[in-house]
């Protein structure tokens, strides 16, 4: 994920809120953080609409699975947290 986002391990970023939306949602802040801080291979990021396999996301230290997955709201302050689990050989 490094590689991906410039080498930087931690990017702390303020995503606005969609407009028309209630509430900022793990979907919308992975499309923002696609089209705004991705540096190369969007492809190894997100497959559709969503993280490709073998990519966790944690919302405040928390899977996503347990929260709502890409509907899980995220509010100020929230971190999201993006791990491969895979590597090269």
């Known amino acids: 994920m490094e590689l ?3 080498n930087q391990k931690v990017v ?4 606005p809120q969609q407009s028309g939306e209630q509430q900022l949602t793990v979907a919308a802040a992975m499309a923002w953080a696609r089209d705004n801080l991705l540096t190369e291979r969007p492809e190894l990021f997100m497959k559709g609409s969503s993280v490709r396999p073998g990519v966790l996301v944690l919302v405040n230290d928390t899977d996503w699975e347990l929260c709502g ?6 509010a100020d302050g929230d971190r999201v947290t993006f791990i491969s689990t895979l590597h090269g050989g």
């Open 4 to 6: 991906l986002f410039g």
């Open 12 to 15: 702390e970023a303020d995503v």
């Open 69 to 74: 997955e890409l509907e899980a709201a995220v």
